[in-house]
């Protein structure tokens, strides 16, 4: 193909992504890289910093090789969000891994926080709950318990950002310090109102604002790529920075109230776009959908689901499977779960229950119980987790939905999506093109350089619910039970 073409970065957990996209959405050449996560403590998750930035730099050279004759207009990344990296200003090597979204090490300063009666401050300025999964606290946390980084910070020696901010410092080799207006309003240190960090959190948490990156439009252009820095030509311009789930959004066409997507990964986003924000009464979090230099700004509400593919992987693992694919298949050599229900609080329970402490749960097993049956447990688990979402952010709309868009690895699994559609009682909207994030921000960067093109690709699948009512409401009777049990364990031992 002739004429320039977008760099895709799509910075994932468990798997970080590089795509060449056209304008008209096609996608030229893709290179992926597994990525690991450490648990070194309970509750505790990590990555090094710098094997993000590296799996990164090597997907682009490996585009490079293949595509070389290709023009690369810019660079247009989406990340994983909420996931945390300090760094020195001088050296850029990070001063600690980068602490993960699912990270749990700051749940004591949250208890804080709540005993002390900030959450009400807090949800109203942010839109998020106090939950450990907000790099805040984190942020916090890491200040604290490494050696000196609190003077070195108020001395200018360190950086701080989300992964977007930290991909951008290395790409331009230094030179910028930025992140957009979707990732800063996942960090509970960002104001919805004046669209700025907000100093009372920055107080309340004990975070110094001088360490946080300048924030501007999602389509900004952030700086260009320096030279010597990968195998991009310097000055290749950074166009996007999108959290991973705005740019799914983004990719849907979602832009009006009415319709709502699912982002089914390691764990999984639904978020709805709304005309401005909405102040949640069920348990969701408002945020920041994406800013455009001449589009204004895009509100949503959103659910965040801890654990949800991760799910599959876990109950891969306790089972001793190869793989997911294993597990499904086991999943399908039974017709239910056999009244067992699987709560994966393996990281607490995020939306809409926001309960830090609460643990996993297999319950239900009889004599009669077998491991397909816990297999097939764990996909309903994913679904009926997405329900909950799904019908807390019905009741902050008033409205009823018919559909929901998927997208995401866990797309690709017709039993999850089946059940999905069975349990939720909706109709499963599945694109071709699972790769939602990557596209999202790749349509973003084209449309702001005036790169022209009509969408590509055919039109999604469609799977309408076909379980039978009575079965259904069976599967999510025990459901509400046992997550009701569990909920209020969690909070009797606390």
């Known amino acids: 193909m002739s004429g ?3 760099l895709a970065i799509d910075q994932g957990t468990t798997n970080t992504k590089a795509l060449l996209v056209a304008p008209d959405g096609t996608v030229l050449a893709s290179r992926s890289r597994a990525m690991q996560v450490s648990y070194p403590q309970p509750s505790w998750a ?8 590296e799996a990164v730099a090597a997907l682009i050279g490996e585009l490079h090789a293949a595509e070389p004759a290709v023009e690369v207009a810019a660079l247009a990344i989406s990340n994983q969000r909420e996931t945390i990296v300090l760094w020195e200003a001088a050296t850029g090597r990070p001063i600690a891994p980068a602490v993960i979204w699912q990270c749990a090490r700051s749940a004591e300063r949250c208890a804080a926080l709540k005993a002390a009666g900030h959450g009400e401050t807090i949800a109203a300025r942010s839109g998020l709950h106090i939950d450990p999964l907000f790099p805040a606290a984190k942020l916090a946390w890491l200040l604290d318990a490494i050696p000196g980084a609190r003077d070195r910070a108020a001395k200018g020696e360190i950086k701080a950002g989300t992964i977007d901010s930290w991909l951008l410092w290395n790409l331009t080799g230094g030179a910028v310090h930025a992140t957009d207006h979707s990732n800063a309003s996942r960090t509970q240190l960002f104001n919805l109102d004046t669209l700025d960090w907000d100093p009372e959190l920055a107080r309340i948490f004990d975070v110094p604002l001088n360490i946080l990156p300048h924030i501007a439009p ?17 000055g290749t311009p950074v166009q996007v920075l999108l959290g991973d789930s705005h740019a799914a959004l983004f990719a849907h066409g979602i832009h009006a109230p009415g319709r709502v997507k699912a982002t089914i990964g390691t764990g999984s986003s639904l978020m709805a776009a709304t005309a401005s924000r909405v102040r949640s009464a069920h348990g ?7 800013s455009r230099v001449d589009g204004g700004v895009q509100h949503a509400l959103e659910g965040n689901i801890s654990v949800s593919g991760h799910a599959a992987a876990f109950a891969t693992k306790l089972l001793g499977l190869a793989d997911e694919g294993e597990l499904t298949q086991l999943a399908q050599t039974v017709l239910d779960s056999g009244g067992v229900t699987f709560v994966p609080a393996l990281a607490g329970l995020g939306a809409p229950h926001w309960e830090t402490r609460a643990r996993g749960t ?6 009669g119980t077998t491991p397909a049956h816990v297999a097939r447990a764990t996909l309903e688990a994913i679904a009926l987790q997405i329900g909950d979402v799904l019908n807390a952010i019905e009741a902050d ?5 018919t559909e929901l868009s998927i997208d ?5 699994n017709p039993l999850l999506v089946q059940l999905l559609a069975d349990l939720t009682g909706h ?18 960067a084209a449309a702001a350089l005036g790169l022209s093109g009509q969408p590509a690709g055919e039109p999604p699948a469609r799977v309408a619910p076909a379980m039978a009512q009575a079965i259904g409401d069976a599967v999510r009777r025990n459901w509400r039970i046992t997550v009701g049990q569990v909920v209020a364990h969690a909070r009797e031992t606390q």
């Open 427 to 444: 109709v499963i909207a599945r694109p071709a093109i699972a790769e939602a994030s990557a596209l999202g921000v790749a349509r973003m």
């Open 397 to 401: 709309l008033g409205i009823h939905l």
């Open 46 to 53: 990590e990555q090094p910093a710098s094997d993000i930035w």
């Open 4 to 6: 320039p073409v977008i």
């Open 284 to 290: 969701l979090s408002s945020t920041i959908a994406w």
């Open 362 to 367: 297999i319950s239900g097993m009889t004599l």
């Open 218 to 234: 999602s389509d900004s252009g952030f700086g260009e790529v320096a030279a010597g820095i990968t195998a991009l030509p310097a």
């Open 408 to 412: 995401g690895g866990a797309a690709r």
